[in-house]
C-alpha cells in the first residue's frame, strides 16, 4: 500500500500552477490519486475537462458537483488501472507515488501531454511522514521516468519550507509530438 499526505489546503500547488498554462483550456486532465480535489478544480476553472480519481470516496464527496469534473472512485494500487486506452492532455500527480503506475501514466499521456507530478524525495523522512523509503522518490527518479520518452521542461529535487518542511521532487515534462 502506499502513502499519500493530502494538504489541508485548498490552493493547488505552486509547482502545479505554474506550469498549468502548458494545458489548453477544454483539454482532458487526469488527476491522479485526486483526495480532496484541489487540482481538479482548479483545471476545471480555467475550462479542462478533468478526470479524478482517488480511492477514498469521502475526500472526493463534494467534486461530483464541480462542472467539468468526473469523478471515479478507484482503488489504482490494488484494481485495474481504469484508464486503459483513454488518452490526455495532462496528467497531475502531487504527494502520491506508486512506482508501478508509471508505465500507465506515460501510456495515458496524449503526444503533446503535460505531466506535470511534485511528491515527496529522499530526506523527507528527517520532517515527517512519508519517511518509508518505498514512499519517497529517489534522486533523479522523475528525471528517469522522462528519459528517452518525455521532453522536460522543468525538473527540482529540493527542500522546500512551505507548507511545511519536506524535500520534493518535481517534474514538468512534454510527451513529444510524433
Known amino acids: 500500500m502506499t502513502e499519500t499526505l493530502h494538504s489541508h489546503l485548498d490552493a493547488p500547488s505552486a509547482w502545479v500552477c505554474r506550469w498549468a498554462e502548458l494545458i489548453p483550456a477544454g483539454a482532458r486532465v487526469l488527476d491522479v490519486a485526486a483526495g480532496g480535489g484541489r487540482h481538479a478544480r482548479y483545471f476545471a476553472s480555467?475550462?479542462?475537462?478533468?478526470?479524478?480519481?482517488?480511492?477514498d470516496a469521502d475526500a472526493m464527496a463534494n467534486l461530483g458537483a464541480v462542472q467539468g469534473i468526473t469523478v471515479l472512485c478507484a482503488d489504482i494500487e490494488c484494481?485495474?488501472?481504469?484508464?486503459?486506452?483513454?488518452?490526455?492532455?495532462?496528467i497531475v500527480v502531487a504527494n502520491y507515488l506508486h512506482r508501478p503506475l508509471f508505465p500507465h501514466l506515460l501510456a495515458a499521456l496524449a503526444p503533446g501531454g503535460v505531466l506535470i507530478y511534485e511528491t515527496f524525495a529522499a530526506g523527507n523522512e528527517k520532517y515527517g511522514r512519508p519517511g518509508n523509503p518505498d514512499f519517497l522518490l529517489q534522486t533523479g527518479e522523475l528525471l528517469e521516468l522522462a528519459r528517452g520518452r518525455l521532453k522536460v521542461v522543468a525538473y527540482e529535487d529540493v527542500y522546500i519550507s512551505?507548507?511545511?518542511k519536506a524535500m520534493v521532487q518535481r517534474l514538468c515534462a512534454v510527451n513529444p509530438t510524433p
Open 162 to 164: 512551505e507548507p511545511r
Open 46 to 55: 480555467r475550462g479542462c475537462r478533468v478526470d479524478a480519481v482517488d480511492r
Open 79 to 90: 484494481g485495474p488501472w481504469p484508464y486503459s486506452g483513454h488518452s490526455f492532455a495532462g
